[in-house]
């Protein structure tokens, strides 16, 4: 694992709001071409971090390191473009509510010098498509759209450029459990086929399980540890023994928590 | 695919084989310039793309290869020498390929016309019937607070007194106090053409008392009330508290719609009084100023020349327009689904049917009272 390329590279970073000190000396490291799974309990800065790495919240300390860019320190022309090798999908998909779902696509296509505007719009139509929308979605509007629908639209618009790295938050809250395995495996598809990094912030054990090559867990303000599922069911922690053992961890990994516990 | 952002690339015309050899960099930046050039190239003469020298290839350029095979008639091209990645980035955007569905048949004929144009009749008027409706709920839940006195909300009243009428105070004055200050001034300035300044005095009072100090109170009170109580009650019904409410046995009716649509009934006519006394006010300083009719004078002609039936036409009028606002707002508000842009375009909808229906009634009104003969 140590060959293999660190697109993001975090090194002792502190956040903290206030006197609240959400992370302490965090490391971690996203290889190219996983998808690394983040968990921790409620307010341990899972989110937090996403925003960090993002660049949309600046920490107190510490570095962060992305596709071999210093974000914290880099100027105005290299984070942009950077910024087009990354892509973000927010919970409820954050898509511009006065676009259709077309127009939300092609809005980082824009950006593009010369790309021709029937060209944007094939694109953004394959971008829909590719994430498994209907063709005629591309003409409504968010607030036509169901829940699910709307995360798919924001992971069209995160991919529209082809990133290198693509942000989830929390892609499967509050979607059912079909439509959340759907997009369990629509991910998992994506960055086979496109050879995508994607780093996913989820409460949700199934989608671990389904997705994830590997999973850091955050705890105590740092990554507590990381590594596969199996290995997350051997670590020691309380905490981490109680999520991966728990009820609901026994139904979403039946094989193998019934024989640890 | 390599990561260097390198923006060039280069396409070899076909050889006898028949084989393009494409090289460089076919992403998103590229692709316009790759798909004009693969469009230059003769497709009698194209059978193969040689991908072997791309160094690059997302999406897009996947995207542009594939689409040179859509409809082509002389056979598919092959493309040859992609890497395994390449490979598969084309095989699942060739999957991906979205198939264009027509969209919904639009029916331009004169009977679609007429069919859409019925049915904004008829929502138009199932709209009347909504807020009739409201009216009825207003006036059953109004006689049930008088029949039992406990389930009324006196507090929620006065808060709403306070909201509606205390703080709507300097706005109504100010205005109705400019309100006199023009009408002063441009009734001078053609009533002195006639030498006949004095009927200023008679030309303010009337059109303020019946007309102007009411309607324009109405219509700011239409601005700030309609949209304040679409926007509480729909924020709301936006977070199902009012569904909340009648799972606890609370009427909505009751607790959200008669104290606010009453305290309108009640602040409506005092504010009215207020903008009159106002534009009065500033008539008469302006006369005073402009023309040089004292206080004194103004006032011994308004008395002299104003028949008190004008104050009563004005104000007779506050308690309809009130009930419109108020009616008008709730029903908006209800109206807000579980969306916040739906809380903003209804919140927009009430102000405009409200100042809308109020010049409405201001009109009828004025027929009513013109065939009475007030």
């Known amino acids: 694992m140590s060959e293999r390329e660190v697109v993001i590279k975090l090194r002792g970073i502190r956040n903290q709001f206030g006197r609240q000190v959400v992370h302490e000396d965090l490391d971690l490291d996203v290889y190219r071409g996983e998808i690394l799974g983040v968990v921790g309990g409620s ?190 069911l051997e670590v020691d922690h309380p905490w981490v023994h109680e999520y991966f053992h728990g009820p609901r961890a026994r139904a979403a990994v039946p094989d193998k928590t019934t024989k640890g516990d | 695919m390599t990561n260097g952002d390198d923006t060039g690339f280069s396409v070899q015309p076909a050889d006898d084989d028949g084989t393009v050899r494409l090289s460089g960099a076919l992403t998103i930046r590229t692709v316009t310039e790759v798909r004009n050039q693969l469009k230059a190239l003769d497709p009698s003469t194209l059978r193969r793309i040689d991908l072997s020298s791309v160094s690059r290839l997302d999406t897009a ?59 904004r009749v008829y929502s138009g008027l199932m709209f009347l019937r909504a807020l009739t409706g409201y009216l009825g709920i207003f006036l059953h839940r109004l006689a049930r607070a008088i029949r039992h006195p406990s389930e009324f909300k006196l507090t929620s009243l006065v808060h709403h007194c306070e909201e509606v009428g205390l703080k709507a105070v300097p706005i109504v004055a100010l205005m109705a106090f400019l309100i006199g200050v023009v009408l002063a001034f441009q009734g001078s300035t053609q009533l002195r053409q006639f030498g006949a300044e004095v009927f200023v005095v008679d030309l303010i009072a009337i059109s303020i008392l019946r007309e102007l100090g009411i309607l324009l109170t109405a219509i700011i009170v239409a601005g700030r009330t309609a949209s304040a109580f679409t926007a509480a009650i729909g924020s709301m019904k936006m977070r199902e508290e009012i569904d909340a409410m009648r799972t606890l046995g609370l009427d909505p009716g009751m607790n959200l719609f008669v ?49 008190v039936s004008h104050v009563f036409v004005g104000l007779v009028k506050a308690p309809v327009f009130a009930m419109i606002i108020g009616i008008v707002g709730c029903h908006a508000g209800m109206q807000v689904q579980s969306n916040a842009e739906s809380l903003g375009r209804m919140t927009s909808n009430a102000v405009v049917t409200a100042i809308f229906a109020v010049i409405v009634a201001d009109a009828v009104f004025s027929i009513f009272f013109a065939r009475i003969g007030i």
């Open chain 1, 43 to 232: 307010g341990t800065g899972k989110s937090v971090l996403l925003r960090t790495i993002a660049g949309l919240q600046k920490p107190a300390a510490g570095s962060v390191d992305v596709l071999g860019t210093d974000v914290l320190n880099a100027d105005e022309d290299t984070r942009q473009k950077l910024e087009s090798r990354w892509g973000v999908m927010f919970q409820d998909g954050a898509l511009f509510s006065s676009l259709t779902v077309r127009e939300n696509v092609e809005v980082p296509m824009r950006a593009i010098p010369g790309l021709d505007p029937q060209i944007r719009r094939d694109l953004a139509d394959l971008k829909i498509s590719m994430v498994g929308l209907q063709y005629l979605a591309g003409d409504k509007y968010p607030s036509e759209l169901s829940g699910g629908m709307r995360k798919r639209a924001g992971l069209a618009r995160a991919l529209a450029l082809d990133p290198d790295i693509v942000f989830l938050d929390e892609p499967t809250a509050g979607l059912d459990p079909i439509g959340a395995s759907a997009f369990d495996q629509l991910i998992r598809g994506l960055s086979h086929s496109l050879g995508l990094t994607v780093f996913l912030v989820t409460h949700d054990l199934d989608t671990l399980h389904a997705t994830c090559d590997r999973i850091a867990v955050l705890a105590e303000r740092k990554v507590l540890v990381t590594g596969s599922m199996a290995d997350m």
């Open chain 2, 61 to 119: 350029g996947a995207w542009v290869l594939l689409s040179l095979n859509r409809g082509a008639e002389t056979g598919q091209i092959a493309f040859t020498g992609a890497s395994a990645e390449a490979e598969s980035l084309l095989n699942s955007v060739q999957q991906a390929l979205p198939k264009p569905e027509a969209p919904p048949a639009h029916d331009s004929s004169f009977s679609a016309w007429l069919g859409q144009f019925g049915q």
């Open chain 2, 259 to 307: 104290p606010r649509i009453l305290a309108l009934l009640i602040m409506l006519p005092i504010l009215g009084l207020i903008a009159n006394i106002a534009g009065l006010f500033g008539g008469a300083l302006m006369a005073w100023i402009d023309l040089g009719i004292s206080p004194a004078m103004f006032t011994t002609r308004l008395v002299e020349g104003t028949a």
